[in-house]
């Protein structure tokens, strides 16, 4: 029996988990994918809001002024890569500029700091390669930017050094009470139970809370496309640059990432599928043409990749949270669009304290509030790069030639709590793979490495789990 079960292991499940483990409690994250981060989580903009877009009074506005708040505490915490670059919301034409003041104002009730109203002449002063055709922008110095795959696996490793299992390729079939109170949950891999559970399970929300409520939610799924440029193109933009939404609706954005990309997306289609991550020739199209209209020269050139993900978009467009009025012990997370990424901290700090108050938890004195991430030598001077190769000759092996991944960081990763177990696990955590060539020269290197690491042949190296083999038979025997 655990105190508490969390279905979920994207970026709100997991930091429900970290902040859970302050107390004397036995939680278990289940995640259906052989990772976590492996979801919505993995495909979004990495974007930690200022909060002057969220409805004023919303559970998105509370949450994601607090949340952006945590941030740069938490990633001193744990270790994970966080810049404060600010943000551009830019007016093309005068007839939109009263939207661009709606937002302002919104922004001041919420509680954003440092907002402020500015011309073209301070515009291009911040950013030289805006487009000339802009009225006006509303400058958000409180905007940041966060890498989402390691933000995510740092809040699971750091509640996993706290005691919290993780149950990955574990997929739950139905949720359903126990007379004597508490809850199944019964899984591919059999039932497991809990006086409390967390629902955190993003487009699958609603699928478990109608198993158990009367009062019915429905989520649509939102895909976003989204391009991602080069490190050549990283001198485009230095803040995230918005558009704020007039006639011919609402534009894309275009962000710098913080290990020095440029990202450009998304675009917002609801779909039925739950899994349709897939990208399409019309969105990308539409993406690449509002954010042709933002900046002077988009370099589509150094496109390197393009992928969708999905959102979880509630009816009423607002976040549900806490415990289900006719389900006890039964607490939702669910909802979670944008700006879910900047609102995870809070959310995972609230919901950890209704729990707290539900169970009666106790604190604990040894909770480990830190965590060290991967060592990137490319931080290192040279005397102690050098003198780390010395001792641990793996540092001096290249594998990813596009990012400068070493061996001695795949072994990091997949030997870590909870490391990465296929090609995908390795590239959210070291970035191998992730590059201008796409894992096109890396990926038989570190398939031998996670081989060796894993104690596996090569054929059952995966790129995301599951059926997703490389190597599917061989072409030459050697006798």
């Known amino acids: 029996m655990y105190d508490v079960i969390i279905v979920?292991?994207?970026?709100?499940?997991?930091?429900?988990?970290?902040?859970?483990?302050?107390?004397?409690?036995?939680?278990?994250?289940?995640?259906?994918?052989?990772?976590?981060?492996?979801?919505?989580?993995?495909?979004?903009?990495?974007?930690?809001?200022?909060?002057?877009?969220?409805?004023?009074?919303?559970?998105?506005?509370?949450?994601?002024?607090?949340?952006?708040?945590?941030?740069?505490?938490?990633?001193?915490?744990?270790d994970i890569p966080f810049r404060r670059n600010g943000a551009l919301v830019l007016c093309l034409n005068e007839e939109d500029k009263p939207r661009l003041e709606a937002l302002y104002e919104n922004g001041v009730k919420n509680g954003v700091e440092g907002l402020e109203l500015i011309g073209p002449d301070r515009i291009h002063e911040l950013e030289p390669n805006i487009t000339d055709d802009v009225v006006a922008a509303l400058y958000a110095p409180t905007a940041g930017v966060v890498c989402p795959f390691i933000m995510t696996i740092a809040l699971a490793e750091n509640a996993n050094a706290n005691g919290v299992e993780f149950k990955r390729n574990t997929e739950v079939k139905a949720i359903f009470p126990r007379a004597e109170g508490g809850w199944a949950v019964q899984t591919a891999n059999g039932v497991l139970d809990a006086k409390c559970l967390v629902n955190a399970a993003g487009v699958y929300s609603d699928v478990f809370h109608n198993m158990v409520s009367s009062k019915k939610i429905h989520i649509t799924p939102r895909r976003g496309d989204y391009c991602l440029l080069d490190h050549a193109a990283a001198d485009l933009v230095e803040r995230t640059v918005f558009q704020v939404p007039g006639k011919l609706g609402k534009g894309v954005l275009i962000?710098?990432?913080?290990?020095?990309?440029?990202?450009?997306?998304?675009?917002?289609?609801?779909?039925?599928?739950?899994?349709?991550?897939?990208?399409?020739?019309?969105?990308?199209?539409?993406?690449?043409?509002?954010?042709?209209t933002t900046v002077k020269q988009l370099p589509t050139n150094q496109i390197i990749t393009s992928f969708a993900g999905l959102r979880a978009h509630e009816d009423g467009h607002e976040f549900m949270i806490g415990e289900v009025e006719d389900a006890p012990g039964f607490f939702n997370c669910a909802g979670i669009e944008s700006p879910g990424l900047s609102s995870a901290p809070a959310i995972g700090k609230a919901v950890a304290e209704l729990l707290r108050d539900k169970l009666e938890l106790e604190e604990r004195s040894d909770f480990i509030p830190t965590r060290k991430g991967i060592l990137d030598p490319k931080t290192l001077s040279r005397e102690e790069r050098n003198a780390l190769i010395k001792e641990q000759p793996a540092y001096g092996q290249i594998i990813c030639r596009c990012e400068n991944v070493t061996e001695g960081e795949i072994i990091d990763a997949i030997r870590r709590p909870l490391g990465a177990r296929s090609?995908?696990?390795?590239?959210?955590?070291?970035?191998?793979?992730?590059?201008?060539?796409?894992?096109?020269?890396?990926?038989?290197?570190?398939?031998?490495?996670?081989?060796?690491?894993l104690g596996v042949d090569q054929s059952e190296i995966t790129k995301s789990g599951g059926k997703s083999k490389y190597i599917v038979g061989t072409t030459k025997n050697r006798y």
């Open 423 to 453: 090609l995908d696990g390795v590239k959210r955590r070291v970035r191998a793979g992730m590059g201008r060539c796409q894992s096109g020269f890396c990926s038989p290197r570190v398939i031998e490495i996670l081989a060796r690491e």
């Open 255 to 292: 962000t710098p990432t913080v290990h020095g990309n440029i990202i450009v997306g998304p675009t917002a289609v609801s779909i039925e599928d739950r899994e349709g991550v897939n990208t399409t020739a019309a969105g990308l199209s539409e993406l690449l043409s509002k954010a042709g």
């Open 8 to 78: 979920g292991g994207g970026v709100i499940g997991c930091a429900v988990a970290r902040y859970l483990s302050r107390y004397q409690a036995r939680v278990c994250v289940i995640e259906r994918e052989e990772d976590v981060c492996a979801g919505t989580s993995k495909a979004n903009s990495g974007l930690i809001h200022a909060g002057f877009d969220a409805p004023h009074g919303s559970l998105m506005a509370q949450y994601n002024v607090e949340g952006s708040k945590m941030m740069p505490e938490l990633a001193k915490e744990l």
